[in-house]
């Protein structure tokens, strides 16, 4: 049985809320959207390359990599320097997104791009394993009860 039955041919379907109301909340919603991006973020580095990216210089943009003046490691700075190496760091939120995002970036071209990680069979295995975890990781609490009693029998 259908609950919800097929029109006959040539019914006019009127939507549920009539245009007169619909058309000029639609035209506000999108003259707001155009306002927001004209003064907000057309004034911002949203969806910009780095400033200190030459493509003369480094040729392709990589969105992992970081642009601006190489300094020391972490891992290779002394304890009496850590302070001053803290302090070259740029701390603002743009900045500590952009650093979130270049190793996000990273993180997908080194493990799921690139020739070492083409072959569709480990794609698809680690696409299985992944489900299986997260299927056991959401169900593991009914097997509790089973562990409880498994010798008890």
Aim: charged share 20%; proline share 7%; aromatic share 20%.
């Amino acid at each position: 049985m259908n609950l919800i039955r097929v029109p006959p041919p040539h019914t006019k379907i009127t939507p549920w809320v009539p245009e007169l109301i619909f058309t000029p909340i639609s035209r506000a919603f999108e003259r707001l959207g155009v306002y927001f991006y004209n003064r907000v973020i057309s004034k911002t580095e949203i969806g910009l390359f780095d400033k200190r990216w030459n493509p003369k210089v480094h040729g392709p943009y990589c969105h992992w990599r970081y642009y601006g003046k190489q300094d020391t490691k972490l891992m290779d700075v002394k304890l009496s320097e850590l302070g001053a190496w803290f302090a070259r760091r740029e701390k603002t939120p743009s900045a500590i997104y952009n650093e979130f995002m270049r190793n996000v970036w990273r993180v997908h071209h080194y493990y799921y791009s690139g020739p070492v990680y083409a072959s569709v069979v480990k794609t698809i295995f680690r696409f299985i394993f992944a489900y299986s975890f997260l299927n056991w990781f959401v169900k593991q609490h009914r097997y509790w009860e089973v562990q409880k009693t498994l010798y008890h029998w």
